[in-house]
């Protein structure tokens, strides 16, 4: 008998042993299915289906909470605001659609210990304070292209209506238009972009976002984001210094027009330096409710008005009755 150096390794010596190597390959017979239905994931190749003559009618609310620890006592400010918009794809040339953005609604309402700023434009003589440049926004419109794989190209915003308390449109914007892949992905594939991310008074910040596809039908595209913001780049007030920014979210994207039906991110900001400061933001888009239009009150046509034709008498009878 010719013995190897593994003959003993490999030779089964008991019925235990004989019963694990009839159980391995049945194993490995049950895993490969598993292994080949993964890699047999259909892969969907996402692409916006612009559709001329589309109208969304949307809101982007954002709500910022910031908290300053200002010696034994907390300081909370608290501030909310609307924008109510309206999203035209006037035009589809060439994978690339022709979109105009206006501004129909600004609302907004601000809290701390010194002041309280509630303002509505829809509402005549509302004031908005030191958020004055969110007046300015109202009737503001703002027009782009944008390809079927979400590249943005010939912008054209308003000038001057970022001033105290107003919004960059072009920055807002830039938050809620995604680059799609080029190659086509399966449920659960990410891919990454890099992009500057606006960030108020605290500047812009350099940031990978990854996202990650949920599901996709021939109306819309569910995905996730994660954001990771560079802190560096950002602007902290003097004498602090921001100590950590993260942000996630989801995205429900019309494929007619290119832009989100819905959508949620929440953002998380820590300062440090001669106070400690949180800033927590939450910002979401949605569809706008339905304007109703006023019901009539007005009496119904012909109600109280007086018939003055005159009347024919009725025929008398044969007889005289």
């Known amino acids: 008998m010719i013995r190897t150096p593994f003959a003993h390794v490999m030779a089964p010596t008991s019925s235990k042993d004989m019963s694990n190597l009839r159980i391995l390959p049945l194993a490995l017979a049950l895993a490969l299915p598993a292994v080949a239905q993964d890699d047999a994931k259909p892969k969907h190749d996402l692409k916006f289906a612009f559709k001329p ?53 600004v609302k907004a309402t601000m809290e701390n210990p010194m002041q309280q700023i509630e303002y509505d434009s829809d509402e005549e003589g509302s004031d908005p304070g030191m958020l004055e440049g969110l007046a300015d926004l109202v009737d503001q419109k703002m027009e782009l292209k944008l390809s079927d794989r979400g590249a943005v190209s010939d912008v054209k915003a308003p000038e001057d209506v970022a001033g105290p308390g107003g919004v960059d449109l072009e920055g807002a914007l830039s938050q809620i238009i995604v680059s799609l892949p080029e190659e086509p992905v399966a449920i659960g594939d990410t891919w990454t972009v890099n992009q500057k991310v606006p960030m108020g008074q605290m500047g812009e910040s350099a940031t990978e976002v990854t996202y990650k596809l949920i599901s996709v039908d021939d109306a819309v595209i569910v995905l996730d984001q994660t954001l ?9 007030p003097q004498g602090m210094e921001i100590a950590s920014a993260k ?75």
Do not use: H
């Open 247 to 321: 942000a996630n979210g989801r995205y429900t994207i019309d494929r007619r027009t290119g832009l989100p039906k819905t959508y949620n991110l929440d953002m998380t900001v820590t300062m440090e330096g001669q106070m400690d400061m949180a800033m927590e933001v939450k910002v979401t888009m949605k569809p706008a409710p339905k304007v109703e239009k006023a019901p009539v009150t007005g009496p119904k046509k012909g109600a109280g008005e007086v018939d003055d034709t005159p009347k024919k008498d009725a025929p008398k009878k044969e007889g005289g009755k």
């Open 53 to 105: 003559g589309t109208v969304a009618n949307q809101v982007m609310t954002q709500d910022m909470t910031m908290t300053m620890s200002m010696g034994p006592q907390d300081m909370v400010t608290t501030m909310s605001m609307s924008m109510f918009q309206t999203y035209t794809v006037k035009s589809v040339n060439d994978n690339k659609a022709s979109i105009e953005q206006k501004v129909t609604r």
């Open 228 to 236: 990771n913001l560079n802190a560096s780049d950002m602007e902290a």
